[in-house]
């Protein structure tokens, strides 16, 4: 039986999936509803019929049954699966903690929804630079393939704590998490 997508049935089911923290959308393969008028804007406001959804505890709830396959992004609870536009990534990094020096550094970033992940082999940071204007995209991988754009202030931060170090027989600009090097920018192309 195929369920007309509605936000309101949608939340009341995440509700019960998501009790006792994030619920396994990653086994949930439910019957594709149609798409709901949901959207994810560049700095993480969620939109629902072109209105920002300015319930913070429906907005977590709703990135609790986020699930990403190849490029789309969808809602999913084990009975429904409704498809939803992301303009850029779907959560945003608003904030981090540094702990230690160097190698031994660990650097824990916390999402506009709550999600805490520390950068690391799970967690990559990877900058793109637009191929116009060279601005840096930072962006750090939260869970389920999905990914937070770092925003402009935390990015700052960043680059304060990095240092340069080998990575890939050159020398680049960087930071360190749990033992791994996160390349910036190489150190010749630094101003």
Do not use: N
């Not at 020096?101 to 929804?113: D, L, P, W, Y």
């Not at 050159?170 to 749990?178: H, I, P």
């Amino acid at each position: 039986m195929i369920v007309k997508p509605d936000a309101d049935s949608l939340a009341k089911s995440a509700r019960a999936a998501s009790k006792g923290g994030l619920p396994p959308v990653h086994l949930w393969d439910p019957p594709f509803c149609g798409d709901l008028d949901i959207r994810i804007a560049r700095d993480g406001t969620w939109f629902y019929l072109g209105t920002p959804i300015g319930r913070k505890p429906l907005v977590k709830l709703f990135s609790s049954i986020l699930k990403k396959e190849g490029d789309s992004f969808f809602l999913v609870t084990p009975v429904e699966k409704v498809g939803i536009t992301v303009d850029d990534a779907p959560f945003v990094a608003v904030d981090f903690t540094a702990e230690g020096e160097g190698a031994a550094q660990s650097v824990t970033f916390t999402t506009q929804v709550g999600d805490r992940v520390t950068a690391g082999p799970e967690h990559p940071i990877r900058v793109l630079r637009d191929p116009g204007t060279g601005e840096p995209s930072p962006y750090v991988m939260v869970r389920g393939g999905m990914e937070a754009l770092i925003d402009r202030k935390s990015f700052y931060r960043l680059v304060d704590i990095g240092e340069a170090a080998p990575h890939e027989g050159k020398d680049w600009f960087g930071v360190w998490s749990e033992g791994r090097f996160f390349p910036i920018i190489p150190v010749d192309q630094l101003s």
